[in-house]
């Protein structure tokens, strides 16, 4: 609770965050849009209140007022409007995932009741398959490409010019609706198969009371400038990479590929990033393989041991040639969605890049702790939020057990399902289902997902996100899963077994392998070496090795229900 460092503004909802946005920052830029040629196009704030305004009346125009609008498509400027544009006047907006395949896009449609949807090109034939060959409420298809209306498909250009032009006709229904920021305006399906997952409501409040605390949190104004890279139907990126800067007046803008991460921090000055560990991991290899090439990597070892205790602005002064590879200006990135090696975490660190964890659910809308630069423990997720309440659940002899929260970012349920609502909201306090531990400082630490737990015939827990951390040291792992193997007849004798996936390059260049036998007895024997370093009941019996990359969600989470089924 006392994880509080700046005052920020009121909002009441969505609606009045946009308004005072407009108003504060108009000819500031909202977006900076990269074209194909390589030029920019900006939109400003005002523009942005404009086309929101406009798009909003269209849809209500529609007779969508009160109706649940699905968007899927990549991050862009319309996705953003157009989630806007529902929130803040016409209805409930449902973002999907676009990975899904059309089977579990079809799934999603029908059991949101959507009335219509938002899409990208790329969607359009699957959707005009739903739309009529199922049981389901979609009656409008609106894409963010045409620029007309044709055949039986709205553009949502011309419905953003359309509604427009009713406002200056005076139509002003949209402009003039009341939020109610407490009842349901957001519904998010959590991951998983889309028959298992479940469907949170969230209210404007939620995510209003997080955006707060976020401000309270990190020093951002008006001229940062935000890389959205993670899927935006994703709750982190939707409150932290495009709610959070549209509330602070900052620029957003768009990378156009993992591949072109690095480059797009360059070209647009980009100041604040929020992702997942496996692309800080990636950014530090591009790093890496810069140094070796210029032949920098003994000097840098150097400079990191004589200025180990030096402040974060003096290590971005001595590590500026660093800096200067990822574009010069980083003031923030924010690690979120999944663990954070601790060794990346204390690597960005010594170079004077401000890495960052943050911890949350779909359910929290999502941020419940996020560490800053006065309150930092190196491995931790930070203290909670300041409107967030936190405890641990049954803690064990060494103070790890389920992480308990309660706060206005809770979400109101799950949608039509009150079982499972019931099951995670116990007398106002939201079941995590992580297990964790808090120091006598207050700081958070993950040890890993309640359910993932190993539990061995002799009582002894077996987290397997700690020990698959250890594993993907070895070099030439690039990810792995621990899991429990019956041995015997005795169903609930485990030995714990590790799934291996490696780079076959180094594999090749480092072992001298390619023959995947004689790869897994090698990576065998490193994993008998870790073996030597860990208490007997840890011991990895078994190893399995692949090249092919484990099945994971849009952000990232090893999906290890469905992994275990190819074992």
């Known amino acids: 609770m006392d994880n509080v460092t700046f005052t920020p503004p009121a909002i009441a909802n969505l609606k009045d965050m946009l308004n005072k946005s407009a108003m504060l920052y108009g000819e ?3 977006y900076q849009i990269k074209n194909s040629d390589g030029s920019f196009t900006h939109y400003t704030y005002k523009d942005v209140l404009n086309m929101v305004q406009g798009l909003g009346t269209g849809l209500i125009n529609m007779g969508l ?5 699905a968007i899927i498509g990549e991050n862009r400027i319309e996705w953003e409007i157009a989630y806007l544009a529902i929130v803040c006047g016409v209805g409930i907006v449902v973002p999907i995932d ?5 089977n579990e896009l079809k799934s999603v449609i029908e059991r949101s009741e959507v009335s219509a949807i938002f899409y990208s090109e790329k969607y359009k034939d699957a959707l005009t398959r739903i739309k009529f060959g199922g049981q389901n409420n979609l009656r409008h298809l609106i894409s963010m490409d045409q620029e007309k209306h044709s055949g039986g498909v709205y553009s949502q250009k011309e419905l953003t010019e359309y509604g427009n ?3 200056d006709a005076g139509f002003n229904e949209y402009i003039d609706a009341k939020i109610n920021p407490y009842t349901m305006n957001i519904m998010l399906f959590t991951s998983g198969t889309t028959s298992q997952s479940k469907v949170v409501a969230l209210s404007q409040y939620n995510i209003c009371s997080n955006l707060l605390d976020i401000d309270k949190i990190l020093d951002i104004s008006y001229e940062d400038i935000f890389l959205s890279f993670l899927p935006l139907n994703h709750v982190f990126e939707c409150t932290v990479g495009f709610l959070f800067p549209i509330y602070k007046g900052a620029k957003i803008v768009f990378a156009d590929s993992a591949r072109r991460i690095v480059k797009n921090l360059h070209e647009h000055k980009v100041t604040f990033l929020a992702c997942v560990p496996a692309m800080y991991e990636k950014i530090f290899e591009h790093v890496n393989k810069a140094l070796d090439k210029a032949g920098k990597q003994k000097n840098i070892v150097k400079l990191k ?8 602005e003096k290590k971005k002064e001595i590590f500026s040639y660093i800096h200067d590879m990822l574009g010069g200006n980083i003031r923030y990135l924010i690690s ?3 663990p954070l090696d601790r060794d990346y975490e204390r690597r960005y660190r010594e170079l004077g890049l401000n890495l960052l964890q943050a911890y949350g659910l779909t359910e929290t809308s999502p941020v419940v702790s996020m560490a800053n630069e006065e309150n930092y423990k190196l491995g931790s997720v930070g203290k909670p939020a300041p409107s967030v309440e936190a405890r641990i659940a049954n803690p064990d002899a060494n103070g790890i057990g389920e992480l308990v929260v309660k706060g206005p970012n809770v979400m109101m349920g799950y949608y039509a399902n009150a079982e499972a609502t019931a099951q995670v909201l116990q007398n106002g306090w939201f079941h995590t289902g992580d297990l964790a531990k808090i ?3 207050g700081f958070i630490f993950i040890c890993g997902r309640q359910k993932n737990v190993i539990v061995l015939k002799n009582g002894k827990n077996i987290f397997p996100e700690e020990m698959e951390a250890i594993v993907n040291k070895i070099e030439g792992v690039q990810e792995s899963l621990i899991y429990g193997k019956q041995h015997g007849a005795d169903k609930d004798d ?4 590790v799934k291996i996936v490696y780079d076959p390059e180094t594999m090749e260049r480092v072992y001298h392998l390619t023959d995947e036998k004689e790869i897994q007895q090698a990576l065998f024997q490193e994993v008998k070496a870790i073996n030597r370093t860990l208490p007997v009941y840890k011991a990895i019996r078994g190893v399995v090795v692949s090249k092919e990359p484990l099945i994971k969600t849009a952000t990232n989470k090893v999906k290890r229900l469905e992994e275990m089924k190819t074992l």
């Open 28 to 30: 500031k830029d909202a």
């Open 65 to 69: 007022k009160g109706q649940k609008i």
């Open 98 to 102: 676009k990975t899904l395949p059309e």
């Open 165 to 167: 032009h009713l406002i």
């Open 305 to 312: 041991k004589l200025h180990k205790h030096d402040s974060m």
């Open 336 to 338: 979120g969605a999944a």
């Open 439 to 441: 120091d006598e400082d």
């Open 494 to 497: 485990l030995r714990i077994h």
